[in-house]
C-alpha cells in the first residue's frame, strides 16, 4: 500500500529545535511536491512548507526564516527541521506528497500522512 510515514515530532521547548521525517513508500508514484501542512487547535489547516523534486521550496509566512524543509529523492523522504519553536506551533502535522506518473505526467494522485503531534511548551 503506498503510504507516507511521518516520524519525530513529540515534544519541544520554546527556542528550542524538532526535525520531523515522512518516507514515502509503497508504490507511490513518482513525487513532484512534497511537504507539511498543520492544524492547530480551533485553526484552520495551512500549509507549513514544500518542496519540488528539484528542491524548490516554499514557507509559509509563520515559519520563513525558522524551519527548513528538504528531501532525499533517492529514499523519496522530506524532512522538516524546525528551529526556534514558538508555542504557536503547536499542532498536528501532516506529511503530503503529490505524485505523476514518469512517462504519463497527466495521472497524478495525492498522499498525506496520518499526522503527528507537535507540541512546544513556553
Known amino acids: 500500500q503506498a503510504q507516507l510515514v511521518e516520524s519525530g515530532g513529540g515534544l519541544g521547548q520554546a527556542g528550542g529545535s524538532l526535525r520531523l521525517s515522512c518516507a514515502g513508500s509503497g508504490g507511490m508514484l513518482a513525487t513532484n511536491l512534497m511537504g507539511w501542512h498543520r492544524q492547530a487547535p480551533g485553526k484552520q489547516r495551512e500549509s507549513v512548507a514544500d518542496i519540488t523534486h528539484d528542491g524548490v521550496t516554499t514557507y509559509g509566512d509563520f515559519v520563513k526564516g525558522r524551519f527548513t524543509i528538504s528531501r532525499d529523492n533517492i529514499q523519496n523522504t522530506v524532512f522538516l527541521e524546525m528551529n526556534n519553536l514558538k508555542p504557536e506551533d503547536t499542532g498536528l502535522y501532516y506529511c503530503?506528497?503529490?505524485?505523476?506518473?514518469?512517462?504519463?505526467?497527466?495521472?497524478?494522485?495525492?498522499?498525506w500522512g496520518q499526522g503527528i503531534q507537535v507540541t512546544v511548551s513556553s
Open positions: 503530503f506528497a503529490n505524485g505523476r506518473a514518469r512517462i504519463a505526467p497527466w495521472i497524478t494522485k495525492d498522499y
